[in-house]
């Protein structure tokens, strides 16, 4: 008997699955979801910079709060660390514990070896345990910790030696650090020290394989290992294929997908989104038509800075920035550094605003928009205002883009 041809989804079809899933599609206010659940849900938020995960979840939540994740993060529900891609992420307590280990290999690791070279003469396990005794000792600024190494590896280079232990331990940068409105240095200490519990056993890749289907399916398996950084995840979805149901895209692609998740009509309407710099939106599948039309694909970045950008109809269709009068736009880089001044266009989202003040959202297209979709633009952009900014003048611009 033959084998039934798997449905295929076209580009629109697996946008705006992957748009619900990821709490984009609508914002729900009778059944509002809390900023907790949506970092569970989503399997933690893009943190490279300071500001994006409070953007990422304005996006998404219905009447959120910025306070709501600090309060998260002050009371150990939530941490910032490094997990998918060697990239810093915020996540709930459980993931910290238990996506690290599976993160391990497809980031850590792989970045601890291109420091190898650099740390001749320095025993890995020793490193390990001297800098594990060092942040639970007290949580220590990323300069104590490098000072402290160098008084055991004098010749050894600074930056492989912190670099390997920030790679070799699950280092949670604390509190007051990644709190709104607040500052604070890179200070670091072990994610059981932090949470008060050891880190859990590797998961299984099938439970991870579930949970990455639900907040970015449909999605291939070189998908989810553009997400993890991990490869031969094959074996995982082969277990779980009598579980899943297959599609393909128009290539042909083999796609996976959980029975029950939501696919809707690829005619539902996608209101215009604005998401901040590296939103796991935009890294997270290998192929990313279904999002970013290919002529736009360059436009996300600007050097190695990833962009602000917005959605329209469900599609990459400009970048954004917010500036604000009498304040600067705060923000973090990947390197701890501070920034200051006015954000560039259209990269680092901005930190608040002090009431008194007007702030101005500047957006710029890659396109021409109809008049209709200019106007759920700018009601989307003043929304924005209004939740993340205490200016009492706010302004939705539209500006040509320039690169």
């Given at each position: 008997?033959?084998?039934?041809?798997?449905?295929?989804?076209?580009?629109?079809?697996?946008?705006?699955?992957?748009?619900?899933?990821?709490?984009?599609?609508?914002?729900?206010?009778?059944?509002?979801?809390?900023?907790?659940?949506?970092?569970?849900?989503?399997?933690?938020?893009?943190?490279?910079?300071?500001?994006?995960?409070?953007?990422?979840?304005?996006?998404?939540l219905?009447?959120?709060?910025?306070?709501?994740?600090s309060?998260?993060?002050?009371?150990?529900?939530?941490?910032?660390?490094?997990?998918?891609?060697?990239?810093?992420?915020?996540?709930t307590?459980?993931?910290?514990?238990?996506?690290?280990?599976?993160?391990?290999?497809?980031?850590?690791?792989?970045?601890?070896?291109?420091?190898?070279?650099?740390?001749?003469?320095?025993?890995?396990?020793?490193?390990?345990?001297?800098?594990?005794?060092?942040?639970?000792?007290?949580?220590?600024?990323?300069?104590?910790?490098?000072?402290?190494?160098?008084?055991?590896w004098?010749?050894?280079?600074?930056?492989?030696?912190?670099?390997?232990?920030r790679?070799?331990?699950?280092?949670?940068?604390?509190?007051?650090?990644?709190?709104?409105?607040?500052?604070?240095?890179?200070?670091?200490?072990?994610?059981?020290?932090?949470?008060g519990?050891?880190?859990e056993?590797?998961?299984?890749?099938?439970?991870?394989?579930?949970?990455?289907?639900?907040?970015?399916?449909?999605?291939?398996?070189?998908?989810?290992?553009?997400?993890?950084?991990?490869?031969?995840?094959?074996?995982?979805?082969?277990?779980?294929?009598?579980?899943?149901?297959?599609?393909?895209?128009?290539?042909?692609?083999?796609?996976?997908?959980?029975?029950?998740?939501?696919?809707?009509?690829?005619?539902?309407?996608?209101?215009?989104?604005?998401?901040?710099?590296?939103?796991?939106?935009l890294?997270?599948?290998?192929?990313?038509?279904?999002?970013?039309?290919?002529?736009?694909?360059?436009?996300?970045?600007?050097?190695?800075?990833?962009?602000?950008?917005?959605?329209?109809?469900?599609?990459?269709?400009?970048?954004?920035?917010?500036?604000?009068?009498?304040?600067?736009?705060?923000?973090t880089?990947?390197?701890?550094?501070?920034a200051?001044?006015?954000?560039?266009?259209?990269?680092?989202?901005?930190?608040?605003?002090?009431?008194?003040?007007?702030?101005?959202?500047?957006?710029?297209?890659?396109?021409?928009l109809?008049?209709?979709?200019?106007?759920?633009?700018?009601?989307?952009?003043?929304?924005?205002?209004?939740?993340?900014?205490?200016?009492?003048?706010?302004?939705?611009?539209?500006?040509?883009?320039?690169?």
């Amino acid at each position: 008997m033959a084998s039934k041809t798997p449905p295929v989804l076209g580009p629109r079809a697996l946008g705006r699955a992957t748009l619900d899933r990821q709490l984009l599609l609508r914002r729900d206010p009778e059944h509002r979801m809390t900023a907790a659940a949506a970092v569970d849900h989503l399997v933690g938020l893009q943190a490279q910079n300071v500001k994006p995960p409070y953007y990422a979840l304005a996006a998404r939540l219905h009447g959120f709060r910025p306070q709501e994740l600090s309060e998260l993060m002050e009371s150990r529900e939530v941490a910032r660390l490094v997990t998918m891609r060697s990239t810093i992420h915020t996540h709930t307590a459980r993931d910290c514990l238990t996506l690290r280990p599976f993160a391990q290999a497809g980031g850590p690791d792989r970045e601890l070896r291109m420091f190898l070279k650099r740390l001749d003469g320095v025993d890995l396990d020793r490193l390990t345990a001297i800098g594990r005794e060092l942040v639970e000792e007290r949580p220590r600024p990323v300069g104590e910790l490098r000072d402290a190494l160098l008084a055991h590896w004098p010749d050894a280079d600074p930056l492989a030696l912190t670099t390997a232990v920030r790679c070799l331990l699950p280092l949670v940068q604390i509190t007051p650090r990644g709190l709104w409105g607040r500052s604070g240095q890179v200070t670091l200490t072990t994610a059981e020290q932090w949470f008060g519990r050891p880190v859990e056993p590797v998961p299984r890749p099938d439970a991870i394989v579930r949970r990455y289907l639900a907040a970015f399916g449909p999605a291939s398996v070189k998908d989810m290992q553009a997400w993890s950084g991990l490869t031969r995840l094959r074996d995982a979805f082969e277990r779980l294929r009598p579980e899943l149901l297959t599609f393909r895209d128009e290539s042909g692609t083999e796609l996976f997908d959980l029975p029950d998740a939501p696919r809707p009509d690829p005619e539902t309407p996608a209101p215009p989104r604005f998401l901040p710099e590296f939103d796991n939106l935009l890294l997270s599948h290998a192929d990313r038509s279904r999002l970013v039309p290919q002529e736009f694909r360059q436009r996300t970045w600007k050097g190695n800075q990833a962009r602000c950008v917005f959605l329209v109809d469900g599609l990459l269709a400009g970048v954004w920035r917010l500036d604000a009068s009498g304040t600067a736009a705060s923000g973090t880089a990947a390197s701890g550094t501070a920034a200051s001044g006015t954000s560039a266009p259209g990269t680092s989202a901005p930190g608040t605003t002090a009431p008194g003040t007007t702030a101005t959202l500047t957006v710029q297209s890659f396109g021409t928009l109809t008049r209709a979709q200019r106007t759920a633009v700018a009601e989307e952009g003043e929304r924005l205002l209004a939740a993340m900014t205490s200016a009492t003048a706010r302004e939705v611009r539209f500006a040509e883009f320039t690169d």
